[in-house]
């Protein structure tokens, strides 16, 4: 009877040590640095952004200590599956396809799909018959690009594929595409800040709308559900309002 309490009080106290260990790790952090306003590389070097001030704000909530990387977007997915990092904030959004391989948070926000366009352009609306015969850029491997070659691609738009935003924008702005599909978000500060001499938007792209959500891999329930509480704590503490709101002057929690 000794012997069986003694073992069963080791294993209580090791289950409690590992718990307490994996609650004390470090956790990493995977963003891209070249989403702005959500993720870009500052004059000093370091990464900011929406998605780096909610991933710190998030971490402060857990009382985790949380190291930020920096990795190119294509190398995000395998890059966690081979625990290079813990989770990915980078404005991923959750998709069937992506769910396949890696396991989401709740969101931390709701974007659509929008597409710019050069301010002399006479074009007049976003549908693939409207785009037919122009060439239209895209960030590859995002929602963008899949929706660009799903929809727009099938009805005679050449689509072109870029390994960053920033590439993409720079290709509108000296002429070599007809228009460019990105976040809304994304495209709205652009605009705003460097994009308005050149640019304008042309439209929202209907029912496109995604959720971007914190990228963890599969079977880390624990991780997962730190994240989704501490979500939910900032949300309903203000942090994350105040945050957004250096970036924004809409709600792009729940926006539609």
Known sequence: MKKTLLLASM???????????????????????????????????????????????????????????????????????????????????????????????????????????????????????????KTVGAQSGTTQAEYADGHYAPAGVEVKSYPTDDEARADLVNGRLDALVSDKFVLTDWLEKDGKECCKMLGDIAGTETEAGIGIRQGDTELKERFNKAIDAIVANGTYAEITQKYFPFDIYASK
């Open 11 to 133: 294993m209580l106290l090791a289950a409690s040590g590992a718990a307490f260990s994996q609650e004390g790790a470090e956790i990493r952090i995977a963003s891209e640095g070249a989403y702005p306003p959500f993720n870009f590389m500052g004059s000093d070097g370091t990464l900011q952004g929406l998605d780096i001030d909610i991933a710190n704000a998030l971490c402060a909530e857990m009382k985790a200590k949380c190291t930020i990387v920096t990795q190119d977007w294509d190398g995000m997915i395998p890059g966690l599956i081979a625990k290079k990092f813990d989770a990915i904030v980078a404005s991923m959004s959750i998709t069937e396809e992506r769910k396949k391989q890696i396991d989401f948070t709740n969101k931390y926000y709701v974007t659509p799909l929008a597409v710019v366009v050069p301010k002399d352009s006479d074009l007049k609306g976003v549908s693939p018959e409207e785009l037919s015969g």
